[in-house]
């Protein structure tokens, strides 16, 4: 009977020669561009706030921000949302706890290094904070005065800056409304100046406090999307405050959830589900209620 296997000493013999290392049997040592995605751009630990005399605004925050990633961070009106937000540009006072944003110790930073980072910041407001009377290309324009220097006697930006406002009009899909005033334009248009405004300055962390909250559906979608495309793409952490669950599961990375000032939530999106954040808005009612 013939057997179908090869016997062993038709195969290739398996150590005729002396064997040498494949380059793919040891891992290759990571880039420096894949080490600094692992490192956050933004952290904040065990972060304590107050005001003054007033009540704790912030208890013992932890919040890491890593490269290309969108954070939804949630809560009711008076959770510390805001406040967090701040911290991150300077605007924040520091009970107890460390805050770094891009690189810097916001604790120790003389005034011109605190106007430094602020300017690597891009923010994005509720209220869009564009001048209305000027036109769509000068409110872009605006977010490269810190880099620019003293405006020569003309007032104008130079050819570089205009292309590269037009070319982030563009991006934002905008550009056609370049000359017009900006407030001519909707709200979800505004907001998409505001954002290319914020590139304009080149950030290395995107700050975005309720940018959708004075949009229709349609329009927060879009503008989520284009955030998040945003992250994606330049690699630019981008932290959103949003009072909309569903908007919060579909456009973000990871959520975070703040309640009385503490950290509720923190865990990436694709393993929550909205009955997962409704303890975030519970009434103090219905704390009590559950804890009884």
């Avoid at 120790?108 to 869009?128: D, I, K, W």
């Avoid at 919060?248 to 990871?254: F, K």
């Amino acid at each position: 009977m013939t057997n179908s296997i090869m016997p062993d000493e038709t195969r290739q013999p398996a150590a005729t020669s002396t064997p040498t290392r494949s380059a793919a049997a040891e891992p290759a040592a990571p880039t420096t561009e894949e080490m600094l995605l692992h490192l956050p751009l933004a952290s904040v630990k065990d972060l304590t706030v107050s005001y003054g005399n007033g009540p704790v605004v912030l208890d013992g925050v932890d919040l890491d921000l890593y490269p290309g990633e969108m954070v939804a961070l949630l809560g009711s009106s008076g959770s510390g949302k805001s406040t967090l937000m701040k911290s991150l540009t300077g605007f924040a006072p520091i009970d107890s706890g460390s805050v770094r944003a891009v690189g810097c110790d916001m604790r120790n930073l003389r005034r011109g290094q605190l106007r430094e980072v602020r300017a690597s910041v891009g923010q994005v407001f509720q209220n869009f904070n564009l001048v209305g009377r000027l036109s769509v290309l000068t409110n872009v324009l605006t977010g490269a005065l810190h880099q620019a220097g003293p405006i020569n006697l003309l007032g104008g930006f130079t050819s570089a800056d205009r292309k590269r406002a037009l070319e982030l009009l563009e991006r934002v899909g905008i550009a056609h409304k370049a000359k017009d005033e900006a407030r001519s334009l909707s709200g979800g248009q505004q907001q998409r100046v505001a954002i290319a405004r914020a590139l304009m300055q080149r950030p290395k962390l995107i700050l975005a406090d309720e940018p959708v909250a004075s949009l229709d559906p349609k329009m927060a979608h879009s503008v989520l999307e284009l955030l998040h495309s945003i992250a994606r793409e330049d690699g630019i952490p981008v932290l959103v405050s949003l009072h909309v669950l569903p908007l919060a599961l579909q456009h973000s990375d990871r959520i975070v959830g703040l309640r009385h000032g503490r950290v509720l939530v923190s865990a990436p999106t694709d393993q929550l589900a909205a009955e997962d954040l409704a303890d975030i808005y519970a009434s103090d009612e219905e704390e009590s209620d559950v804890d009884a």
